[in-house]
């Protein structure tokens, strides 16, 4: 089959013909039928991820496809099934699976890093029948190939990990896929957004997703932009997620806060912002509560789902543009430069 692949870290991608992926016992073949570019999968061909153990590497992990092979162990699901899968896939069997966590069991499976991704014709996935959802046919190609990374990611980070509540302020710092994907769940749940980012592009179309409030931090100054949420919510937001993964955009989720906010930490910290500082003084001074968000459960892809076939969201309207399989050797490594706003999807 034909895919895109590399060889080294941070080295050039190439369109080659490789081995078609065989479904485990447990597993399923899906033949790609659209799938996203993401700064996660950027990450791991920067060589971020230590799950990428190793090369050559396929990259891609948020896709929609049909399963065209099963496992023998596989019975909820057959050839012919359109699905999504979590980027996350917990093994089902666990103490974090049993207790409703798949995003963060030890086994985890993550097609694009610890096994071949979706930068392909067919990709094979791990833990089938704990892990796929079905995608309704409401739902084109194109926009759900966003569901298995950036939608649902934003969706536990402000339904469940941030609990947002109608009439509450979220402060969304940083508009790319999964900020804008925020910007229209908590639009969504009732709350009133401010958004976040230097590119007015974004904030343009975080306004169209329902921000009440939008701050270019270029323009205000980035040791400004905390107070310049807290002026437009009053006393600042009730949650804050850092939708970037930045040192910079960390901090100022934090120092935006309210007494007794929540900051949900969304975005990659990686390299040289790994271990940011962060004010702690804050924290503890103004009882803030710090949550991580990683992924989510194929369980709770429901009520998303719902948002989506209601209308009440609209990923279709980030999706800036629509190329086949070979571009990604050029739009992953632009990914770097957070080039022009909304999302990339290609067509296998």
Request: with cysteine.
């Amino acid at each position: 089959m034909q895919a895109v692949c590399f060889d080294e870290f941070g080295g050039p991608l190439r369109v080659a013909e490789v081995r078609e992926p065989t479904a485990a016992a447990d597993g399923a073949v899906i033949a790609v039928r659209a799938t996203g570019v993401c700064r996660s999968d950027w990450h791991g061909w920067r060589g971020h991820d230590p799950d990428i153990a190793t090369l050559p590497h396929v990259p891609g992990h948020e896709f929609v496809g049909e399963i065209v092979e099963v496992g023998r162990d596989v019975r909820a699901w057959g050839a012919g099934d359109r699905v999504t899968i979590p980027f996350v896939a917990g093994c089902g069997t666990c103490a974090e699976c049993s207790g409703g966590a798949p995003q963060v069991c030890p086994q985890q499976y993550q097609p694009g890093f610890s096994g071949w991704g979706s930068f392909a014709e067919r990709v094979a996935v791990r833990y089938a029948d704990f892990n796929l959802v079905r995608v309704p046919s409401a739902i084109d190609d194109v926009t759900a190939a966003a569901f298995g990374c950036r939608l649902a990611t934003a969706y536990r980070a402000v339904a469940l990990q941030g609990r947002a509540a109608a009439g509450e302020w979220v402060a969304v710092h940083g508009c790319g896929g999964v900020g804008l994907s925020a910007v229209m769940v908590a639009t969504a749940l009732g709350a009133r957004v401010v958004a976040v980012d230097v590119s007015d592009e974004a904030l343009a179309l975080a306004t169209s997703f329902g921000a009440e409030c939008v701050i270019n931090a270029r323009s205000v100054g980035n040791a400004n932009v905390a107070n310049a949420v807290r002026e437009a919510t009053g006393r600042g937001a009730h949650l804050s997620l850092d939708a970037l993964g930045s040192a910079e955009t960390a901090a100022n989720s934090l120092r935006c806060l309210r007494p007794r906010g929540r900051h949900v930490q969304v975005g990659l910290l990686a390299g040289t912002e790994a271990q940011p500082r962060l004010p702690m003084e804050l924290v503890i001074s103004r009882e803030l509560e710090i949550r991580g968000s990683h992924g989510m459960a194929a369980a709770d892809y429901g009520s998303l789902l719902a948002l989506a076939v209601s209308g009440k969201i609209r990923p279709a309207a980030m999706v800036r543009e629509v190329l086949p399989l070979e571009a990604a050797v050029e739009a992953l490594p632009r990914m770097e430069r957070f080039p022009g706003a909304g999302v990339t999807v290609l067509r296998a």
